[in-house]
């Protein structure tokens, strides 16, 4: 942690310093169910520690309401389209609100995957392969270009949404797949398979303060990462810190830290990781960076913030405690 970032946290021990607290929760995206989980374990935690917090949801009150809530400051813990791709932030930009998390460009580069690869690949941030198709893509040519182990997913969706692995090509899965990602989003991506170890990397700070925390390896059943297995069973492992060499994951750190300051995002986050095995040495290529991740029981940011020494309520007074305007405001204009 920075001396800033310490020496902010600290200033906000005394709960009446942060003022009135909204943290917005629900809204209106598919990930509304698990919003409200997380938005729930921020609250009760801010409570814990006897900070005024409030819940407010978007997805039930009005633009109106918010304004009229007169909150000093928000913890965003909205997922998906609507809260974490730019729109709530340019809202409370509006209002006068400061908010946590990253600022209303990185977010909508960082939902849209297709923008968020072409901003990493223009620095060389390896990432798979990818082409974003529609209904009149020529399938063979996604084929003999991507190869025939894919992924198809939403190009704006979060919590493993409307994803589909597809191995076969036998029976027309990859138009199946395509027509179940159509369901949520207009936009679809068509990802090479990546094969391996499949991590993620928290992110704090901002700036040359940007900080990784430890790296999660996730274990599903079957490495069906789903929206079940991510939520709500218990066959998920974890593994925090990391088992891989330690140089190697010192390596993904700095690789993380890299393409977190690249979007310019800000504040806290996550970027999820495969780690293809290779004779020459392990590879790794990031998948996606969100920017509101969850803050569920099972959730990868609280995971490793308590094995860097965090407990749950620390990790959410720090990502309060840089909530901020995007000209750096800190504080809410009256």
Request: charged residues 25%; aromatic residues 6%; proline residues 5%.
């Amino acid at each position: 942690m920075s001396n800033d970032t310490a020496s902010a946290l600290a200033s906000h021990r005394d709960p009446a310093s942060l003022g009135k607290v909204g943290v917005l929760l629900g809204g209106n995206s598919a990930e509304r169910e698990i919003s409200l989980m997380s938005g729930t374990g921020v609250l009760e935690a801010l409570r814990s520690v006897e900070v005024d917090a409030h819940p407010f949801d978007p997805g039930r009150a009005s633009l109106a309401a918010l304004a009229a809530a007169q909150f000093d400051r928000v913890f965003i813990a909205l997922h998906g389209r609507g809260g974490e791709d730019g729109t709530i932030q340019g809202v409370l930009e509006h209002l006068r609100v400061p908010y946590t998390g990253s600022g209303v460009l990185a977010s909508a580069l960082a939902l849209d995957k297709p923008m968020c690869k072409r901003v990493w690949l223009g620095d060389e941030i390896p990432t798979p392969d990818w082409r974003e198709v529609d209904a009149h893509s020529d399938w063979m040519r996604v084929l003999a270009e991507l190869g025939d182990q894919l992924i198809v997913k939403p190009a704006r969706e979060g919590s493993t949404i409307g994803i589909s692995k597809v191995t076969r090509h036998d029976g027309g899965e990859l138009l199946a797949a395509y027509e179940i990602a159509m369901r949520s989003d207009a936009r679809v991506l068509v990802e090479e398979l990546i094969h391996g170890r499949e991590l993620t990397c928290a992110l704090l700070g901002e700036g040359e303060a940007t900080r990784a925390l430890p790296l999660v390896e996730i274990r599903a059943p079957g490495d069906n990462y789903d929206y079940r297995h991510k939520y709500f069973s218990e066959d998920t492992t974890y593994l925090c810190p990391a088992p891989i060499d330690a140089p190697l994951a010192r390596e993904i750190e700095t690789l993380c830290v890299r393409a977190f300051r690249l979007l310019n995002a800000r504040g806290w986050g996550r970027i999820d990781i495969m780690l293809r095995t290779d004779p020459r040495g392990d590879l790794p290529y990031l998948l996606e960076l969100n920017t509101s991740p969850g803050m569920t029981s099972h959730s990868l940011v609280p995971i490793a913030a308590k094995a860097a020494g965090m407990s749950y309520a620390d990790l959410v007074l720090e990502i309060l405690a840089a909530a901020r305007l995007e000209d750096g405001t800190k504080e809410r204009t009256r």
